[in-house]
């Protein structure tokens, strides 16, 4: 009898769940004057099955932004800057979030379920991986994004020790990063703002000895606004031409002017 109590108190003690610590990866929004869409990213990423913690980083908003998360979204964090700080915006995120690694959503874009938990596997399994690009799925068809197919062609090819596909780019929305690497980059370059900013991160992260690489088994989703955007041909090319002179050598600087 007193053994059959026993295996039967041993039996429950075993088939108990364990208890859930808080999720390795945080998500960062930077977001501006876009309370609609931001409602659907939030919305999406609190339903993953990782269960991040959601950290949303207001650009100076002019609009609703700010009423709309404190009366529907209450669990969320908000940091509200004083002005547009542009990409830099996700830097402050990442100085706010405690996670190890912080993944980055803009305020059109969410992570598909399970993405968050193969991206922590990844980094890891993979010390040296600083920053991680994901594959992104466009619009509600999932259309593959084309950055896709050029991340995954690299010309770096690949590195024992990281996984994928080794690049020195990526989409803003769409990538996942060691906090401590990061930090160690310096984050975005204040110059830039925004618009083809990630260049010039991918390169100080390099440079650090931290890998970038393509894991397409970690997928983003993005709905772009398909209107189009005024002057942002132009701010691309400025920033492509501003990464070279920064960080590249002086020829390729002068050719790529």
Not at 14 to 38: F, K, N
């Amino acid at each position: 009898m007193n053994h059959g109590v026993h295996g039967t108190a041993t039996l429950r003690d075993r088939t108990r769940p364990e208890p859930v610590g808080p999720a390795p990866v945080g998500v960062v929004i930077a977001t501006r004057d876009r309370c609609a869409s931001l409602a659907v990213t939030v919305r999406n990423l609190l339903a993953l099955p990782e269960r991040p913690e959601v950290l949303v980083v207001d650009n100076a908003s002019t609009d609703d932004t700010r009423a709309m998360l404190a009366r529907d979204f209450p669990q969320v964090r908000v940091l509200a800057l004083p002005a547009n700080r542009g990409a830099l915006a996700r830097t402050h995120g990442v100085r706010a979030l405690r996670t190890p690694y912080v993944a980055f959503s803009d305020d059109d874009s969410w992570w598909a379920p399970g993405a968050l938990s193969a991206a922590a596997r990844h980094f890891e399994r993979h010390p040296r991986l600083g920053l991680l690009a994901a594959r992104t799925l466009v619009g509600p068809g999932d259309a593959a994004d084309p950055l896709n197919d050029l991340l995954a062609g690299s010309p770096l090819g690949t590195a024992t020790d990281l996984p994928g596909t080794q690049v020195l780019g990526f989409l803003g929305c769409a990538a996942v990063a060691r906090r401590e690497a990061y930090l160690d980059a310096g984050g975005y370059h204040p110059l830039l703002f925004f618009g083809a900013e990630e260049t010039l991160l991918a390169y100080d992260l390099a440079a650090r000895g931290w890998g970038v690489a393509h894991c397409p088994d970690v997928t983003a989703h993005h709905h772009p606004d398909p209107a189009p955007r005024t002057g942002r041909s132009a701010v691309v090319r400025r920033n492509e031409l501003l990464t070279a002179w920064l960080r590249r050598p002086l020829p390729h600087a002068l050719s790529r002017t």
